[in-house]
């Protein structure tokens, strides 16, 4: 049994108190482009949970809204971007006090919010050159970020780096803080890159496709290292990826995403040993494995594409790349989550009781075409 958490002002006193065991819990949550050419429903109610100490993958094709989901959460989405609406309901101690607030409903320039990102929640991205200016040396600025969000004296700040840059493999760091991004390899920058991410002692760190640009050895490397560190830290972490074996390696618990939505949700031993929603299937499908005879060892490629995120398929979105879809239904009605056992969940209408669609409790998504009302506008 876990303890209510004290909410918070910023909190929707109307939802459920979330649970203190986990760190983060986002509801329903929208980001939306507006785009000359349509809305862009880069997340389109997304929810998820992530409990303290653990590691949630969250895997999906390019473009399915993960680095969106991601900017979400750090609160740095840019317009014409904007949330409509959702909850991103983040949980911790403060002063000995279980403390919960909603970041859609901070500031996103605000005191607190300016606390959060980059101290409590921290993010390591594909590309170091985008955290590091090239213009300064690397300890400069790990230092500055321990500075904004630690009270320590500029030697013991100086002190920090030296000790995360050692941590994180970086040879010789008393020399090495002292030089520019550009005299790092990219494995070495992405090392202080995570040596920055860390230096403030975060509560839960997002690493997006943090070793996509990386070669093989690197990637390894710097994965192993995340690992090591998320368990040393006690610290909660999202990896987000389009590599399922990066997942098999690093995640306990999976988030598949497609189109802005959480399609399947479970632990990653059932992900690969049971996978339930056609999407997950067919994303398992698409992966090399050791140990094919010859005639099945070609790669096989999910049918179709994504399609442009102005026009999305009506319906269940990936109706017109599934295997298994029920003509007539599927691209009519939108799947919700079902609970499929204890740990599983799958957003598919293979799952849900045939019935439902005819009695029409699961609304069509396609109104607009339907019915004589006028388009919704966003
Ligand atoms: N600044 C932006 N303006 C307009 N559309 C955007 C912007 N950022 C992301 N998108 C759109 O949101 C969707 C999700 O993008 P993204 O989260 O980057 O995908 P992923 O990280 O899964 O590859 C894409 O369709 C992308 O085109
Ligand atoms: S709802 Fe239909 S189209 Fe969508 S994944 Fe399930 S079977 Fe396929
Ligand atoms: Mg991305």
Known sequence: M?????????????????SAENVLEVRDLRTYFGLDEGTVR?????????????????????????SVLARSIMSIVQPPGYIPSGEINYTRPVNGVMQTDDLVQLDPDGEKMR????????????????????????????????????????????????????????????????????????GMRQRAMIAMALSSN?????????????DVTTQAQILELLLKLQEEFGMAMILITHNLGLVAQMAKEVA????????????????????????????????????????????????????????????????????????????????????LSENQFASCLLYSDAEEHKMGETLPDTTAISSSEPEEKE
């Open 115 to 186: 606390s959060i990102r980059g101290g409590e929640i921290t993010m390591v991205f594909q590309e170091p050159m985008v955290s590091f200016s090239p213009v300064y040396t690397i300890g400069n600025q790990i230092m500055e970020a321990v500075m904004l969000h630690q009270k320590v004296s500029k030697a013991e700040a100086r002190n920090r780096t030296i000790e995360m840059l050692g941590l994180v493999g970086i040879p010789n760091p008393e020399r090495r803080i002292d030089e520019y991004p550009f005299n790092f390899s990219g």
């Open 2 to 18: 876990v303890a209510p958490t004290e909410s918070d002002a910023s909190r929707n006193p109307a939802s459920p108190p979330p």
């Open 256 to 339: 598949v995403m497609y189109l802005g939505k959480m399609v399947e949700q479970t632990d990653v031993g059932t992900l690969f040993s049971n996978p339930q929603h056609p999407y997950t299937q067919e994303l398992l499908r698409s992966i090399p494995r050791l140990g094919r005879t010859k005639q099945t060892s070609r790669l096989t490629a999910i049918k179709g594409s994504v399609p442009p995120p102005y026009s999305r398929p009506s319906g269940c979105a990936f109706h017109p790349r599934c295997p298994k879809v029920i003509s007539g239904v599927c691209e009519k009605f939108t799947p919700e989550p079902i609970q």
């Open 202 to 214: 975060p509560k839960l760190l997002i690493a997006d496709e943090p070793t996509t640009a990386l």
């Open 42 to 66: 880069a997340l389109d109610g997304v929810s998820f949970d992530i409990k303290r100490d653990s590691v949630l993958g969250i895997v999906g094709e390019s473009g399915c809204g993960k």
